[in-house]
């Protein structure tokens, strides 16, 4: 065990040494770690939660244990890795303990260092597994910090060196497509020429590892294909039904089991439309949104590029980043005359904002079809906080007596 625990420093060592990129975040560091509670970090694999983890324990004396490592997991034994880490690290002061949902019974192990006064760090890829853990054995022990791919904002402070002046210069354009395009994942952002065969290996890894191998599924060419199609029909409403009817799957039930699964490591979310009944809710088909849109470019099968849909997935992932929970606090909306909202906002039993996405507005048609869209659900659920985020465009309009918001994606 000594021998596994000194190696893990070994490479925490390495890990520590490099430079990185810092994360914008709304979460205040030295709160966080002055907190006894545990630090839950969340989010799909390879956003940067350890790297995210590594940084907030910088210069500090913490220990660690990474449970992406097989030798470790096969040669488990807790009072002994104890007395590993209080010889390896003498006197820490934080444990972090990395890719924590690899190890059975993980919630009952912390649950015991949580009781013994031990500060400690974590970070997990699963979100069921998580959240029905924490649920039961932790409720009440933690705090959870919840990790995406960079952000546009994160990606040109990246780009431009630690800047984020808005000059509408050619390089930002340049910037904001090439995000649009390939996304956020930290590992493609200073080299693109490798996003297509990273994030499709990735993908497949998260299929077949993270999703397969944990939930014992051996017809996985049915998870392949349930996973590609919803790639490509991203941004678009889905139900269980046409979904194992258009893939010739015999069973609704599988295809419902295997959606949810596909959900579970952060790499598909489903958006229900808002309705004041909650069985009518149930009802309405979700719509679809992928974690990255660079896994659209890299897997989907998609015969045309669809902007306006691209933009709805960024920005649907950007609402996830400001703490926006799908079902809860984020919805989207048909009117009666079936014009569809893309993004409502609720706080508490009250819509706070009506949003809709539209990749460009220059044609008359289109700012009709989105205006008067707004106008009608705004008058169907009493909401005046009215916006359009575009590529490019902002302003402010008024629209048969209500004022709507115009703001590019960059403002947003």
Request: with cysteine.
């Amino acid at each position: 065990m000594k021998s596994i625990v000194i190696k893990q420093k070994a490479e925490r060592d390495e890990l520590l040494s490099r430079s990185y990129q810092h994360r914008i975040t709304k979460y205040d560091i030295e709160t966080l770690l002055a907190n006894p509670l545990i630090k839950l970090i969340t989010g799909p694999r390879r956003v940067g939660k350890s790297v995210f983890a590594l940084l907030m324990l910088r210069n500090r004396n913490f220990s660690y244990l990474n449970f992406d490592d097989n030798l470790l997991l096969e040669n488990w034994d807790e009072d002994l890795v104890l007395q590993t880490l209080e010889a390896v690290y003498p006197d820490y002061e934080y444990l972090l303990l990395d890719e924590i949902q690899n190890l059975p019974s993980w919630d009952l192990w912390v649950n015991k260092l949580y009781r013994r006064g031990i500060n400690m760090v974590i970070t997990g890829s699963n979100a069921k597994m998580l959240s029905s853990e924490m649920a039961t054995v932790l409720t009440g022990r933690y705090l959870q910090i919840e990790m995406f791919p960079f952000s546009l904002k994160e990606t040109m402070f990246w780009k431009n060196n630690g800047s984020y002046d808005r000059t509408g210069s050619i390089q930002e354009t340049t910037i904001k497509d090439d995000y649009l395009h390939n996304g956020g994942y930290p590992e493609t952002i200073p080299n693109r020429s490798i996003t297509k065969s990273y994030l499709s290996t990735l993908f497949d890894s998260i299929l077949f590892k993270d999703i397969a191998k944990r939930h014992n599924i051996r017809n996985t060419s049915d998870l392949y294909s349930i996973a590609t199609y919803l790639l490509s029909n991203f941004s678009n409403p889905i139900s269980a039904n046409n979904l194992a009817s258009e893939l010739g799957l015999s069973s609704v039930m599988t295809t419902k089991k295997f959606c949810d699964y596909l959900s579970e490591p952060y790499l598909f979310f489903y958006l229900p439309r808002f309705n004041n009944k909650m069985k009518l809710m149930k009802k309405a088909p979700s719509k679809v949104y992928v974690v990255d849109n660079g896994f659209v470019q890299s897997v989907a099968f998609n015969i045309s590029e669809n902007l306006g849909r691209l933009l709805e997935n960024q920005i649907f992932i950007e609402l996830l980043r400001r703490g926006f929970i799908p079902g809860l606090t984020l919805f989207y909306f048909r009117t009666r005359n079936d014009k569809e909202i893309d993004f409502v906002t609720r706080k508490g039993h009250k819509i706070e904002q009506l949003i809709q996405i539209c990749y460009e507005m220059s044609s008359e048609k289109t700012r009709k079809r989105e205006f008067d869209a707004l106008v009608e659900a705004s008058d169907e659920l009493k909401c005046d906080n009215l916006c359009v985020i575009t590529n490019s465009q902002s302003g402010e309009v008024e629209w048969k007596n209500k004022k709507i918001r115009i703001e590019s994606v960059d403002q947003f």
